[in-house]
């Protein structure tokens, strides 16, 4: 019985290590999708991202799953969303075009534990990650990430992320926080409401060590 429960557990944790970005998060309004009844997009006020500047990549994470959901990655207006569902289910809509604020709305069906991450780079470098994204496009499920992080890897400021064989959502959102955080002008990681990433989570500590803090901030 040990090894019938172990070998159980085994085979729920590689379901659940799987399920990121076996299919992207969708949004529930078109009428054909399968969750149309689920989980809604949050409000499009609620979503206030600066579009990608011409220079700028911006990597998005959506982490509402222990593993992660999803990835995808903007160079300046050119989205790669590798494995997803976003064009598919926004192009019917009149006038739609990939936009970072959209794009980040569309995956908030999932929940609102989605980040990105904002990096500016020289024109070479800039061109560098651009000729690489017809190659992220064409990813297999499972490998959203895994196209993501080779889109960037060893240029610029992504200089020391390496090439992946397969990794997940949240292993790369690690990676991207441990060159923000210890690279102050690599970049920055934005929450959806516009935040720094790592401001608000200081705030959060600060308030559960010192209640008296939230109260005095109203």
């Given amino acids: 019985m040990p090894c019938l429960t172990q070998c159980c557990s085994g085979l729920a944790l590689l379901a659940l290590i799987l399920s ?5 998060p969708i ?8 969750f149309a009844n689920g989980q809604q997009e949050a409000a499009a006020e609620a979503i206030m991202l600066a579009e990608p500047g011409a220079d700028e990549v911006v990597i ?10 999803h990835a995808g990655i903007f ?5 790669s969303d590798p494995a997803g569902s976003y064009a598919y289910f926004r192009r019917a809509e009149p006038g739609w075009q990939p936009r ?3 794009y980040v709305r569309f ?3 999932d929940g609102m534990h989605i980040r990105a991450y904002r990096f500016r780079l020289p024109a070479a470098d800039f061109s560098a990650v651009l000729a690489r994204l017809p190659v992220a496009d064409e990813a297999k499920p499972l490998f959203c990430a895994t196209a993501v992080q080779n889109s960037v890897a060893g240029i610029g400021p992504f200089a020391a992320i390496p090439q992946a064989g397969w990794t997940t959502p949240a292993r790369l959102a690690e990676r991207l926080d441990q060159l923000i955080t210890s690279t102050a002008a690599a970049g920055a990681c934005e929450l959806p409401d516009g935040r720094p990433c790592f401001a608000a989570v200081e705030a959060v500590l600060q308030t559960r ?3 008296a803090t939230a109260h005095s901030s109203q």
């Fill in 20 to 24: 990121g970005c076996a299919q992207a």
């Fill in 60 to 69: 998005v994470i959506n982490h509402n799953a222990a593993f992660g959901n």
């Fill in 107 to 109: 995956q908030s069906s």
């Fill in 27 to 34: 949004a529930p309004r078109p009428p054909d999708h399968p």
């Fill in 100 to 102: 970072l604020q959209d």
């Fill in 75 to 79: 160079a300046g207006p050119r989205l």
């Fill in 209 to 211: 060590l010192d209640p």
